[in-house]
């Protein structure tokens, strides 16, 4: 993929665009609100948690997978291989995305999470209508990744990630922060 336009150098190194540099996907202006969800998680063990839409079918939203020892440690202190973790994701209101939090956690090198995010529901593509690098609704979908926010309104392309199948979009999780799901403008 290439990107174009004003970009600079994230704290990473990595290539990071500016929230006017992406065609976010939205959500149709009737979807069901996605409650936030806080969980314990057990660093001992794999775990699967779900986000849903408030609609009658329970509806996924997202789905956030942690391998067993996915942590390293929450604000410096480590954590036991048997320990517990207090996780919230707050999904992006009116989009696709969310926050993970606690801020000060830390993942083990090669245990990160995996999120998917599924959007065949409530989707809107329209954001990419009249672009001239999507021609197509499709072409746009296709582009599809998640960014994660290295600075406010600065946000840098998710290695591994992008669309998987028809519907769903997955990729690491490699700390907590905001990720989008979105296509370069």
């Not at 329970?58 to 973790?85: C, H, K, M, Q, W």
Request: hydrophobic share 45%; glycine share 12%.
């Amino acid at each position: 993929m290439t990107l174009t336009g004003c970009a600079d150098l994230g704290p990473a190194g990595d290539l990071a665009l500016g929230s006017s540099e992406l065609l976010v996907l939205l959500q149709q202006p009737a979807a069901p609100a996605v409650p936030t969800r806080s969980f314990m998680v057990s660093n001992a063990a794999a775990s699967a948690h779900q986000l849903v839409h408030d609609d009658p079918f329970n509806t996924l939203y997202l789905e956030i997978r942690f391998p067993a020892g996915a942590f390293e440690s929450v604000d410096g202190v480590p954590v036991a291989a048997d320990g517990v973790v207090d996780i919230t994701v707050q999904a992006r209101a009116g989009g696709y995305g969310f926050t993970l939090s606690p801020a000060g956690l830390r993942f083990t090198a090669g245990r990160t999470p995996t999120v998917v995010l599924s959007f065949g529901q409530y989707a809107s593509f329209a954001v990419a209508d009249g672009s001239p690098r999507y021609p197509t609704r499709i072409a746009y979908q296709e582009a599809l990744a998640l960014w994660y926010e290295v600075t406010p309104a600065r946000w840098t392309l998710v290695g591994g990630s992008g669309v998987q199948g028809v519907d769903e979009l997955g990729g690491p999780v490699n700390g907590p922060g905001t990720y989008l799901v979105a296509a370069p403008r």
